[in-house]
């Protein structure tokens, strides 16, 4: 029975169908086996993954060096094919070993890049940014006043990390101002950032 993940959302495609046994005990209680039902147990099908094992150990590498450089308590990484979605691969740092899994905790084994709450601001603004250069609605040279640090958006406060007056575009995104991106999100428009 698949507990998460793709096995279990591929449970019924990967089980197949179970089988009845009929089992009989002789008079001392040792089972005789007299046979199987008309449906017989099916292995179930199989199901093949975008993986690449090289992207895989190359992925899982990196991250490792990332989290033991940066003292990070944990760590995730996903590469995917950008035309398609595909799943190259899948890492999370700490790491443990599937086979030994019972001996762990579920915290110990939860998959976090999928099963956790993780803002998207900072990856929102890149695509929002890249929105705003490729359909020339700003250029690298723009400059946007950041309001200080707090700029109100209807019922809600925006804030950026540091105070901020003014940013050119590139600073923007360097120093990922969560004022300067929501602006030019708006100027963009819905639609816009909805198809980048």
Wanted: aromatic share 10%; net charge negative; proline share 3%.
């Amino acid at each position: 029975k698949g507990l998460e993940g793709i096995e279990l959302a591929y449970d019924s495609l990967l089980k197949g169908k179970s089988s009845t046994l009929v089992i009989t005990r002789d008079g001392l209680g040792n089972m005789i086996f007299d046979g199987v039902s008309d449906e017989y147990e099916s292995e179930g099908q199989g199901l093949v993954l975008t993986m690449d094992l090289n992207v895989q150990a190359l992925v899982d590498a990196r991250l490792q060096d990332a989290v033991d450089a940066s003292g990070a308590k944990r760590g995730f990484a996903v590469a995917l094919v950008p035309q398609n979605g595909e799943v190259l691969a899948w890492s999370t740092v700490p790491s443990f070993d599937p086979n030994a899994f019972r001996t762990l905790s579920p915290q110990q084994w939860k998959n976090h890049l999928v099963a956790d709450a993780i803002d998207p601001g900072s990856t929102l603004k890149a695509i929002v940014m890249t929105a705003a250069l490729e359909t020339d609605a700003y250029s690298e040279k723009d400059t946007l006043y950041c309001e200080n640090g707090e700029y109100k958006f209807y019922d809600r406060v925006i804030h950026d990390f540091h105070k901020y007056a003014r940013l050119n575009f590139l600073e923007v995104f360097q120093l990922s101002s969560n004022i300067c991106a929501a602006k030019i999100g708006v100027d963009l428009g819905r639609k816009t950032v909805y198809e980048f």
